[in-house]
């Protein structure tokens, strides 16, 4: 079973800038984030990563906080203690974060009903990962009219 898990975009517009498939597992969409994120976290200033709940866990806020990027993660307290603290939720930013986490969702929505992404058509990780980074691509094509509009 393949789940079409990774995602990267950006904060300002809500453009995919990565993506990637994984095999389903109950840790893979971490992972994914993970190796999405790694290759920005050395800028000279920290950059922050915005999440769901499934991203609450001691192992995954630790591995963002040693790479220097900050954890947006909504908490998961239900019935346990969330990994994130005050550390975080006391900025501004986190609210904000969380806001504006609903865009990265929204292209998966989009990749589901328009992109045909709800039913997997092939078989294999190579095939279905070139097919969802194909329809976050599309998605961004189809975002850019809008956002260009808005910018003249």
């Known amino acids: 079973m393949v789940r079409k898990s990774g995602g990267r975009s950006e904060n300002r517009h809500g453009l995919i800038v990565g993506a990637t498939a994984t095999r389903a597992s109950g840790h893979a969409e971490r992972l994914a984030a993970q190796h999405l994120i790694e290759p920005h976290a050395d800028r000279p200033q920290r950059i922050t990563v915005g999440a769901e709940k499934g991203f609450d866990t001691q192992n995954f806020v630790a591995e963002m906080r ?8 909504a908490q998961n307290d239900n019935g346990r203690r969330s990994a994130i603290d005050g550390r975080t939720t006391r900025h501004p930013g986190y609210a904000v974060s969380l806001r504006i ?23 294999g990780l190579p095939k279905i990962g070139w097919q969802f ?16 509009g808005a910018a003249a």
């Open 66 to 73: 040693e790479i220097n990027v900050t954890p947006h993660v």
């Open 101 to 123: 986490r609903k865009r990265i969702e929204e292209a998966f929505g989009w990749a589901k009903t328009v992109a045909g992404l709800r039913k997997a058509r092939h078989r």
């Open 133 to 148: 980074t194909f329809a976050m691509a599309a998605y961004n094509l189809i975002r850019l009219p809008r956002l260009l």
